[in-house]
Nanobody, 114 residues
Framework: VHLVESGGGLVQPGGSLRLSCLAS????????MGWYRQAPGKQREMVAQ???????NYADSVKGRFTIARDNAKNTVNLQMNSLKPEDTAVYYC?????????WGQGTQVTVSS
């Protein structure tokens, strides 16, 4: 299984970024897909999840600013991040979850700074 993230970078506060995760070697439509993040000195935390049925779940800190979406035909899951804040700075990881299986991407850095 391979999960490859893209779209990270440096953005000013209030700006937007769109992260993408391309999955391969798995039955993508069966998995709950998610985005997690880890800031320096902090534990990895869930940012957003989308089930195979399309139900979504967000961390309270990103509700109303971030949107997760999946495209089962393209094996991709995206995270649209708007109104970014310095506290959103972290390495963002794509996750694929099914029963006891968990797969992770290598991560992409998001830095929010003026």
């Amino acid at each position: 299984v391979h999960l490859v993230e893209s779209g990270g970078g440096l953005v000013q506060p209030g700006g937007s970024l769109r992260l993408s995760c391309l999955a391969s070697e798995l039955t993508f439509s069966m998995y709950t897909m998610g985005w997690y993040r880890q800031a320096p000195g902090k534990q990895r935390e869930m940012v957003a999840q989308i089930t195979r049925g399309g139900s979504t779940n967000y961390a309270d800190s990103v509700k109303g600013r971030f949107t997760i979406a999946r495209d089962n035909a393209k094996n991709t899951v995206n995270l649209q991040m708007n109104s970014l804040k310095p506290e959103d700075t972290a390495v963002y990881y794509c996750n694929a979850h099914f029963v006891r299986l968990d797969y992770w991407g290598q991560g992409t850095q998001v830095t929010v700074s003026s």
